[in-house]
């Protein structure tokens, strides 16, 4: 298998009525857990990746960690650029084999947002890649974006229409109630909204920030249209406590080998949780 881009992907979940996880990896070992378990479960899954962790990771060791994922896995394997601001970024990494890019303009005006947004569809079609952009503004931080409450805006059904049909977009991020990073109580999610722009848009729609999220509220939402379904603090939070709790049992360890194991079999579990979540499964 190669490193593919989302499209296809998000469209049979569409018709299919199922939603892809994209689930956000940092490194080797967290590319590993998600493409071991995708395997056994015959789930598509996309590996997201923020500009912060391109930072942390190289973007080079990151394609290439990807494209050897690809050729080992037998289901195919998405790299997502997640909440990429910078055009130059985004291209430099296509150019380098990603195939599947965020381009979140979100925080600017509308008019700027749809410029920026075609300007990498443009180059993004020249090479086969798949464009997500986002409409509204989700609350929380997310690597260096953080939006404030009185910042944040829910998606507008009717600009939804406009802006994917000016920008050419394959899939959409919807600000419906949901947050990024942890919530200090249950998400109160705008179903309508999500069902009018779902009547009104026709591409695969995205929800951002679903950690933490209850799992009805989830699978709620894939009823009525999300196709792509993102999940990164709750990752974060199972690995950190499987390393924790192997040196709170083993306080003198200090072989890299023995504690990341434990934070990889915390992670596992979530991302198989996910799969079923999404009704992934067996899709592939
Ligand atoms: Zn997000």
């Given at each position: 298998?190669?490193?593919?881009?989302?499209?296809?992907?998000l469209l049979d979940a569409q018709k299919r009525n199922y939603a892809v996880p994209a689930f956000n990896i940092h490194n080797l070992e967290t590319t590993q857990v998600v493409v071991e378990t995708a395997n056994?479960?015959?789930?598509?899954?996309?590996?997201?990746?923020?500009?912060?962790?391109?930072k942390f990771a190289g973007e080079k060791y990151l394609i290439n960690i990807m494209k050897v994922a690809a050729e080992i896995a037998e289901v195919p394997i998405i790299f997502h650029l997640d909440h990429h601001e910078d055009v130059?970024?985004?291209?430099?990494?296509?150019?380098?084999?990603?195939?599947?890019?965020?381009?979140?303009a979100s925080a600017l005006p509308y008019e700027?947002?749809?410029?920026?947004?075609?300007?990498?569809?443009?180059?993004a079609k020249r090479y086969d890649v798949s464009v997500e952009a986002e409409l509204g503004k989700l609350v929380g931080q997310e690597d260096d974006i953080v939006v404030g409450e009185k910042?944040?805006?829910?998606?507008?059904?009717?600009?939804?229409?406009?802006?994917?049909?000016?920008?050419?977009?394959?899939?959409?991020a919807v600000a419906i109630g949901t947050a990024h990073g942890l919530y200090k109580s249950e998400p109160k999610i705008d179903y309508d909204r999500l069902e009018k722009i779902k009547e009104k848009v026709d591409v695969p729609l995205v929800l951002h920030g679903a950690s933490g999220v209850p799992d009805e509220i989830v699978?709620?939402?894939?009823?009525l249209g999300i196709c792509k379904v993102n999940v990164a603090t709750e990752l974060k939070i199972a690995f950190s406590e499987g390393v924790k709790n192997h040196f709170k049992n083993n306080p003198e360890a200090n072989d890299p080998r023995k504690y990341l194991t434990p934070g990889k079999e915390k992670m596992k579990e979530v991302v198989r949780d996910k799969i079923l979540l999404c009704n992934s499964n067996d899709k592939a």
């Open positions: 298998m190669f490193i593919i881009s989302s499209k296809n992907v056994e479960m015959k789930s598509p899954v996309i590996l997201a990746a923020t500009p912060g962790t391109i130059e970024a985004i291209k430099s990494a296509i150019l380098l084999g990603a195939k599947s890019v965020m381009i979140d700027e947002n749809i410029k920026k947004v075609k300007e990498v569809v443009k180059f910042d944040s805006q829910m998606t507008d059904p009717n600009l939804a229409n406009d802006f994917v049909k000016r920008t050419g977009i394959d899939s959409l699978r709620r939402t894939i009823e």
